[in-house]
């Protein structure tokens, strides 16, 4: 293999992640021609075919998905080494990409503000999706550190959990059910329910509580917010399961309670994951102290038997 230059691979991995000249072109501030000649000039250099054309379609080679694979470890290494270099200069600097679940929007940004006042020099790179986007983005190595709250089992990755996460079943305080004491799942599957995305870890959870009942859920009405499943209650389309967090977040909801099912809350809890063995970088491992210590007084605003007891 002839020598390549980084500024060839640069441009390499923007068109292998973009699977397009042109993005990258924009992306890096080039003209089309100059990526075709840089990535003309690698492949000369590899021996082999990056990319190949299918239709208008361009696709990586094997050749070039090896490569695509050892660029990004060459530019996450370096973004690593920026970092630790400022740290050794007494500061905290760089970029910190997180990861985080639908719900977990609901506390995370809040915690943010208070980090970036502490440390100017950390810009954070925040990425919101459900718990299957989530995995997805966690096997590919996307993110410096995730946040989710249904962690996958094996030694693949390292997890550590740091905040309960209740999922309780959520009415209009005009609700016939709001105030009676221990409801029947039975009794609940009456009922519509409108129900996060499939792909959703609430979702999933529900639907595993229902089935380990044997009881049917039915489900009135899909939606992909928590904060528009909120207002469907509100609109009296039915009930629904979702976090304790998406009531608390601002302060209590007034004109919304949680009922006292059987089976409920379902007790779970939020974790901070990563791949297994991957290095963290110095940005990284400080937001990862910050968010376990100030977890701590997160948890307080949870005091789920005062709910139970006081709605
Ligand atoms: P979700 O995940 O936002 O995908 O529902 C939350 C959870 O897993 O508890």
């Known amino acids: 293999m002839k020598p390549v230059t980084l500024h060839q691979l640069r441009v390499f991995e923007a068109a292998a992640r973009h699977n397009s000249f042109t993005r990258a072109a924009e992306e890096l501030y080039l003209t089309q021609p100059t990526v075709s000649i840089q990535v003309k000039q ?14 208008k379609k361009l696709f990586l080679t094997d050749a070039g998905r090896e490569l695509y694979a050892a660029s990004k470890d060459v530019f996450e290494r370096l973004s690593q080494l920026e970092m630790t270099m400022a740290d050794l200069q007494g500061m905290k600097q760089g ?9 977990a929007n609901y506390f995370i940004p809040r915690l943010l503000g208070p980090f970036c ?25 996307q993110d410096d550190l995730y946040i989710l709250s249904r962690a996958p089992s094996g030694k693949d990755y390292a997890a550590q959990p740091f905040l309960d996460n209740p999922l309780v079943v959520i009415a209009p305080i005009n609700h016939p059910l709001a105030g009676k004491k221990e409801i029947s799942i ?3 599957a009456e009922e519509p329910l409108i129900m996060r995305e499939q792909g959703s870890g609430t979702r999933e ?21 928590n904060e528009a499943i909120k207002q469907a209650i509100l609109g009296g389309l039915g009930l629904s399961i979702l ?16 009922l006292d099912v059987e089976g ?27 968010l376990l210590a100030e977890s701590k007084k997160l948890g307080e605003d949870i005091n789920l038997d005062q709910v139970m007891r006081g709605r």
């Open 42 to 55: 690698l492949t000369k250099a590899i021996g082999m075919p990056l990319f190949e054309q299918v239709g």
């Open 95 to 103: 970029t910190l990409r997180l990861a985080v679940i639908t719900t």
């Open 117 to 141: 006042q502490e440390y100017p020099g950390i810009n954070v790179s925040l990425q919101v999706t459900n718990h299957e986007g989530l995995l997805e983005r966690l096997s590919d190595n």
């Open 186 to 188: 039975q009794r609940l």
């Open 205 to 225: 959870a529900a639907e595993k509580l229902f089935e380990a009942a044997g009881v049917q859920m039915n489900v009135k009405l899909d939606l992909g917010s």
């Open 243 to 258: 976090s304790y967090h998406t009531l608390t977040s601002l302060g209590e909801t007034p004109m919304l309670t949680v």
């Open 264 to 290: 409920f809350p379902i007790h779970r809890q939020w974790h901070l994951m990563y791949p297994q063995g991957k290095q963290l970088s110095v940005v990284a491992a400080t937001f990862r102290d910050y």
